[in-house]
């Protein structure tokens, strides 16, 4: 049992954070959280060269031959960075998707561009209903022409504003089992039909209403087969959620940082309010927040990379990560008091982040229910 | 990162599910006693168990061999904790002082005669040792303590004393921790440790019954005790390093983690008897308290780890027992849901459910979090050994 990095993924985790603390300012964060694009081209080719994009693509596709547990060490740099931009949909889910369920020619086509950073991806999978179930695919795909003709609203599809390709989740049968029946295609973002609109968040990440409008794609599109496109998505999903977990984790343990420094230094009373018991105490609640997190999700991560069925340990992690860093950011603001309170200060950048990746890929409630249903209840 | 066992490991839990099972006598889950509920049926149970245990050289397994233990791996300690808990296995408080509390402090600082005399009783199971130390006045702020043990050529004459002195009814041996020196300037500088024989005249001791209607710990009274000055163990008047060093390295309790994996499984499959386990809110419940046991369970395996790397844990093992006697509290709070109104029937009440474990589950986990180190402190050395928050 060895539940610590490998010398490799040290030397990946101290880079990152050593380059993202000097690339990815808050000053920064903060201007892109108020763009519109929400990324830093010049950033988003920094990255590339460092063949981040590349990382987890094997190196047939001009990828690092990097593992799952490989890029969860990195998002967990980019996600005490709270670095914004699109390479959380890219990867995992795009170019993750790809690599499991493409043809060569797919692969071909995508892997590399994705790993040169040429290559912006995102998929368009929750509709207005809100929901992670296979019902909730309504988006319909008919035949036409010999091509494919999509139809319908995707919501909370993040990044589509700037991507170039968009997996669309579509409904190509009504069969009695809302698993079957679904087609995952490859859209050009380009196409006229489709429209996005940007829509304002708690998180200020970019989360689009996207329309599509009789968007015609070619049968070539289809990622996998047709209509047996709900399988990938679950593997996609499950991958996504503990990805989710990498980001919150290394958040958290930002947050915890900032907290205990200023605790430190914050005096009131003649002492610095780290002496005091009460915040001493929620101190001690957060770093056990921040470590239950961390090896949680390790966990999860592990049985995904080698293959073993993960459905419960997924579920647990997401359950577990995202409750974990909302408290510890609410409890950073408490240690901040009036001061955290601000547009200025860079505690609520985490906070608001902890909402947002609790919600996403379903949120605790939701993950608790896949745990019940794994303990046969 | 490997998150599974060797062949070699499972092969072994394998090996300590297949003896625990073997050797448990089925009286015991007649019995079923929880911490605290001991009883002199119960105690000759677990006496035997572990000193079956100790012939194995499982009782305590991190002494060294000659002292009775196996030269065992952390992480196949770790199994060992893992099956005597979720097993239900027949040991108690006693085991816990006795191997992880009293023994490394008598490795670390005790002569040879005392390690050969005493550590390897403990390690066989021979020897029952009850602790000394909290007096009615010196709890968390156990470096208060007032007991005295006052130096007259050959021996050492105690006077004091000791409460919440758990089985000190059943022990052959003390672990005392008394005053030498009363004019030290700092009280943690005129501490020492000894061992006192039980039988010693002028030891009078005193039953106090706890939450769960038994007699499970003690006040213990020192009138004139003398004993003899062999008995000192380590230096004179560095006792309270002595005994830091100690609730240190084990307060970790390694085997909870899976203890309440059982618990669970047991309300789960309670709840499906009941039928409402698909109520969306006991639901939620247990899934969290599966989430929280698995995070329990990372906290266990991440210590074991460390110290597998010869990593010396600061705050994890504080961390780790405050998460999981927090959790045990909540555990219980599920299984009153679950169970209703049953929940409050006592164990011999007609209509009791599940041998009245969810009513005697809610009293017991109200101990967990105070004894050995009560959770305000433990979150006072998280935030001030493992985060650097300054004490003033």
């Known amino acids: 049992m060895d539940i610590g990095l490998s010398e490799e993924q040290e030397i990946l985790k101290t880079a990152a954070r050593d380059f993202l603390t000097k690339e990815c300012p808050k000053k920064l964060v903060k201007e892109l959280d108020e763009s519109d694009k929400g990324y830093s081209l010049e950033l988003w080719r920094k990255m590339a060269e460092l063949g981040w994009m590349g990382l987890v693509f094997p190196e047939e596709y001009d990828g690092g031959g990097g593992t799952f547990l490989d890029l969860v060490v990195l998002l967990g740099e980019m996600g005490y960075n709270i670095l914004p931009g699109p390479f959380f949909p890219t990867i995992v889910l795009g170019g993750l998707p790809i690599l499991k369920a493409g043809s060569e020619e797919q692969k071909r086509k995508f892997l590399p561009r994705i790993a040169r950073g040429e290559l912006i991806l995102t998929m368009a999978l929750t509709e207005p209903s809100a929901s992670y179930d296979a019902s909730s695919i309504t988006v319909k795909a008919s035949p036409r022409n010999g091509n494919y003709s999509i139809n319908g609203t995707k919501l909370f599809v993040t990044d589509a504003n700037v991507a170039d390709y968009l997996l669309c989740v579509a409904r190509t049968k009504e069969t009695a089992n809302p698993k079957t029946g679904i087609t995952i295609f490859v859209v050009d973002a380009k196409n006229p039909g489709i429209k996005c609109t940007l829509l304002k968040t708690l998180a200020r990440d970019k989360q689009n209403e996207v329309v599509f409008d009789n968007v015609s794609v070619p049968k070539e599109s289809i990622l996998g087969d047709v209509d047996q496109g709900w399988p990938v998505i679950q593997d996609t999903l499950e991958k996504a959620a503990v990805a989710k977990c990498a980001e919150m984790v290394g958040g958290a343990q930002a947050a915890l940082e900032m907290a205990v420094n200023y605790a430190k230094e914050r005096i009131q009373f003649n ?107 | 990162m490997d998150f599974s066992f060797t062949e070699e490991e499972e092969a072994f839990r394998k090996e300590v599910h297949d003896w625990i099972k073997k050797e448990t006598p089925q009286r015991w889950f007649e019995l079923d006693p929880l911490f605290w509920e001991e009883t002199d049926e119960s105690w000759a149970i677990s006496r035997e168990f572990q000193q079956k245990l100790g012939r194995k050289g499982w009782l305590a397994p991190a002494y060294p061999k000659q002292y009775g233990g196996s030269g065992m791996s952390h992480m196949k300690r770790l199994i060992l904790a893992e099956e005597l808990g979720y097993n239900k296995a027949p040991v108690g408080i006693e085991m816990e002082v006795a191997v992880n509390w009293v023994g490394p402090d008598l490795l670390l600082f005790g002569s040879e005669e005392q390690k050969q005399k005493y550590a390897l009783g403990i390690a066989k199971g021979d020897l029952v040792i009850c602790l000394g130390y909290s007096e009615p006045n010196a709890g968390s702020d156990l470096a208060s303590l007032q007991t005295t043990a006052v130096q007259e050529d050959d021996e050492y004459v105690i006077n004091g004393n000791k409460i919440w002195t758990s089985y000190a009814h059943y022990a052959d041996y003390c672990w005392l921790a008394a005053r030498t020196d009363p004019n030290a300037p700092r009280k943690y500088d005129g501490i020492s440790m000894f061992v006192v024989d039980m039988k010693t005249p002028g030891i009078t001791i005193h039953p106090l019954i706890n939450l769960m209607n038994r007699h499970s710990f003690n006040e213990v009274f020192f009138d004139n005790v003398r004993i003899p000055k062999e008995n000192l163990v380590g230096k004179k008047n560095n006792g309270w390093y002595e005994l830091m060093i100690a609730l240190d390295s084990e307060r970790s309790g390694i085997g909870y983690a899976a203890t309440f994996q059982r618990i669970l499984e047991e309300l789960v499959e309670y709840a499906k008897e009941r039928k409402c386990h698909k109520d969306p809110i006991i639901r939620q419940k247990l899934a969290e308290m599966a989430v929280e046991i698995e995070v329990s369970r990372m906290m266990c395996y991440r210590i074991a780890w460390m110290f597998s790397r010869d990593l010396h844990p600061s705050y994890e093992s504080s961390m780790s027992m405050v998460f999981t006697s927090e959790l045990l509290r909540r555990l219980a709070d599920v299984g009153m849901d679950i169970a209703g109104p049953y929940g409050q029937l006592e164990r011999d009440s007609k209509w009791a459910v599940l041998q009245g474990r969810i009513e005697r589950l809610c009293l017991n986990c109200l101990s967990i979090g105070v004894g050995g180190g009560s959770n305000e402190i433990q979150r006072n050395i998280i935030a001030q050994r493992g985060l650097g928050l300054p004490r003033k």
């Open chain 1, 271 to 377: 002492r610095p309010i780290g002496t005091f018991q009460a915040v001493q105490h929620y101190c001690a609640n957060m770093v056990a927040d921040v470590d239950g997190a961390r090896y949680i999700t390790y966990k999860a991560a592990w049985e995904l990379n080698e293959g073993l069925p993960a459905t419960k340990s997924v579920a647990i992690a997401k359950a577990w990560v995202g409750d974990a860093y909302q408290r510890v950011t609410i409890l950073g603001h408490q240690i901040f008091g009036g001061i955290g309170f601000t547009m200025d200060h860079d505690m609520h950048l985490y906070y608001r982040r902890a909402k947002a990746g609790a919600m996403a890929f379903g949120n605790s409630n939701f993950h608790r229910e896949v745990v019940a249903k794994e303990l046969g209840l």
